[in-house]
């Protein structure tokens, strides 16, 4: 087979594309054992191979390894957490209390990735009208990073409750750069094939948005 020649994908190999993507999970609950750097390595190559609008390849990672930095983002989620339980519906403040949202304490790997809204890369080729393509460049990279972990068997956790620029100003990020998710990342404590929401009966899936609209 030459570097020009289409792999064949075959219905076992599908099958067990179905599989992962049933395994991805939302992972906060992290064994603390190390992650090789090379395997965290060969992920972010792999995640280089997402599409991107004109080829724009906006993402940028910041590893957070700092304690310091950590106990930032920490705190940040902490507060962000605390704002969003208080607008909780009568009835729903003490299930989402009692829910865990994040992994910050123990996941050995952190990242927090943002989207360059100023790159001169790709030359603005297919956002002109649509410049938000940028952001959904890097979310799109973010799911091939995810399976990707997924499949070397470890879990990405996608921390939202946090306050943007706070985060910025903890990062100390350029302006242009704008933060998409804080990713933690490491090896499972342990596995479950239900979404951790549903497990704990905050919400089922449910299959909205299956239908196809047919205009």
Not at 59 to 75: G, L
Not at 109 to 119: G, I, L
Not at 163 to 187: E, H, K, N, T
Request: proline content about 7%.
């Amino acid at each position: 087979m030459t570097a020009d020649t289409p792999p064949v994908f075959d219905e076992a190999f599908r099958d067990r594309l179905a599989v992962l993507i049933a395994w991805r999970r939302d992972v906060r609950r992290f064994s603390d054992r190390p992650v090789p750097p090379a395997l965290i390595e060969n992920l972010l190559d792999v995640a280089q191979l997402s599409p991107s609008v004109g080829n724009s390849q906006p993402w940028r990672w910041v590893r957070v390894d700092s304690e310091a930095k950590r106990a930032a983002i920490r705190a940040n989620f902490v507060a962000s957490n605390a704002a969003a339980c208080r607008v909780q519906p009568e009835g729903r403040a003490g299930a989402y209390a009692a829910l865990k949202l994040d992994g910050m304490e123990r996941a050995p790997v952190q990242f927090a990735v943002f989207c360059d809204r100023e790159t001169k890369q790709g030359s603005g080729l297919g956002r002109h009208s649509m410049p938000e393509t940028l952001e959904y460049s890097v979310v799109g990279m973010i799911a091939t990073f995810w399976l990707a972990a997924r499949a070397a068997g470890l879990g990405v956790g996608w921390v939202s409750i946090l306050d943007p620029a706070g985060v910025c100003r903890s990062l100390g990020s350029p302006p242009s750069w704008a933060p998409i998710a804080y990713l933690c990342v490491g090896w499972p404590d342990t596995e479950h094939l239900d979404p951790e929401l549903e497990r704990f009966g905050w919400q089922n899936r449910t299959g909205l948005g299956r239908e196809v609209k047919i205009v």
